[in-house]
């Protein structure tokens, strides 16, 4: 699997930054529609403008970013099924609404069958911060849980969506401690109310924190096999004796099921060019995001180990979700 760090000045990035000219010979559309079910100027939205400013003009005449927001982005997704198979339209989606929504609700308007991978896009760890309203001594995920132990009114934390929701659920059922999220609507809000005080912690991306790491956010953990690069000093959820909390969501993108393989090689290879410039990664490192252009197979494979990963935390804390 490529990683950013081996795309930059290496054989294998010049090789993909050649692969936008072998796509650009194939049969395409005229014009490509990017559908992202998150609002402007979010993380994903970031990323939706970032690949389709490099793959107009070189590959296509026109590409346009469309914003379907609702129903925590299934809008979109039931949207770009509905559109013609003729690679006209290019579904920007995490990979939790393929592995994770289809196992805990029941009337989605897709399937995973719906849609093809084109490339596993962006990945992106979670961190865990705290604010105000926990003691400036507590430091480690350890003095927090025992800290809750002392009242259960202060065992709450804001998250946004279920993978947040998940991984402070799996804090508290590692720790033996009864944690309640409070859902937010986005990553901004939660941690503002976390900095005033209105809520002990949050869940989020490590992007949305980091910008706000000081007096009123302090970064207990995060969610990678290993430190992240932006927080390096910041201990990992099992460095901190917390097992199994590692959590990554991958930003991808897919076309529908039915649409030609010599488009979807060719969509495939011109996004990943564009993911593999240093201007593209240098400003998706900004948001926390971590370029991870993946061929169509290797992101199926990705995407059904996703899959079991989420079976088995879903299981483990019993999650329930609110509704889509």
């Not at 706000?212 to 690069?229: M, P, Q, S, V, Y």
């Not at 991808?252 to 495939?268: C, G, I, N, Q, R």
Request: hydrophobic share 45%.
């Amino acid at each position: 699997m490529i990683q950013r760090r081996q795309l930059i000045g290496t054989a294998g990035g010049l090789a993909l930054l050649s692969a936008v000219g072998q796509a650009a010979a194939q049969p395409k559309p005229g014009n490509i529609k990017i559908i992202c079910g998150y609002a402007p100027g979010g993380t994903t939205d970031q990323l939706c403008r970032q690949v389709a400013a490099k793959l107009s003009p070189g590959y296509v005449p026109s590409v346009i970013v469309e914003n379907k927001t609702g129903a925590q982005a299934v809008i979109s997704v039931a949207y770009v099924k509905q559109q013609p198979a003729d690679g006209s339209h290019i579904l920007q989606a995490t990979f939790t609404m393929f592995s994770l929504f289809p196992q805990v609700y029941k009337n989605l308007q897709y399937e995973a069958a719906d849609f093809v991978p084109l490339t596993a896009g962006c990945q992106v760890e979670y961190a865990f911060a705290v604010g105000p309203m926990v003691p400036p001594s507590i430091r480690t995920v350890q003095e927090y849980v025992a800290w809750t132990k002392r009242d259960p009114r202060n065992a709450t934390f804001a998250a946004i969506g279920q993978l947040p929701t998940i991984v402070g659920l799996l804090l508290g059922k590692a720790s033996n401690v009864e944690l309640v999220q409070v859902q937010y609507k986005g990553g901004a809000p939660a941690v503002q109310d976390t900095m005033a005080g209105n809520i002990p912690g949050v869940v989020t991306t490590i992007g949305d924190i980091v910008p706000f790491l000081g007096d009123k956010l302090r970064l207990l953990a995060t969610t990678g096999d290993k430190r992240n690069t932006l927080t390096p000093n910041v201990p990992t959820f099992v460095e901190q004796g917390v097992a199994d909390v590692v959590v990554k969501n991958y930003f991808a993108f897919f076309a529908h099921a039915k649409t030609p393989a010599e488009l979807v090689a060719s969509h495939s290879a011109a996004i990943r060019a564009a993911l593999a410039q240093k201007d593209v990664v240098d400003a998706l490192a900004r948001v926390a995001l971590d370029p991870l252009p993946t061929d169509p197979n290797q992101t199926a494979e990705l995407l059904a180990k996703d899959r079991v990963q989420w079976a088995a935390y879903i299981k483990r804390v019993n999650y329930q979700p609110p509704a889509a």
